[in-house]
């Protein structure tokens, strides 16, 4: 089994700051690109931002130079770093990350996307 857990939601003012967490754990052997999604009350879930296994990183432009998104491989874990929260976070923030599990029988390996259950992030006026 391989799970997928996010931490660290809460209810926080605007312009404060909220770090999530990500944690996988299971039956896997390295982790690829990660990313982040939320999803508000009424509307569809958005991506936020995205990293590579090399670093790379991509940013929605509504959180450009406000989210910062890490990774600790030694860790499998990701974080997703918020500042100058407002209202318009608002919303429940998914972790997704490909992993490498054992492969299926005959191939050499494979990798997986998998989901977290979601954090709540509520930033109040």
Known sequence: QV???ESGG???QAGGSL???CQASGDFFSMNDMGWYRQAPGKQRELVATI???GGTNYADSVKGRFTILRDDMKYAGRLQMTSLQSEDTGR???NA???VRPPTGWDHADSDFWGQGTQVTVSS
Do not use: N
């Open 93 to 95: 923030y998914y972790c």
């Open 10 to 12: 809460g209810l926080v």
């Open 19 to 21: 770090t999530l967490s």
């Open 3 to 5: 799970h997928l857990v």
């Open 52 to 54: 590579t296994r090399a």
């Open 98 to 100: 490909r992993l490498r």
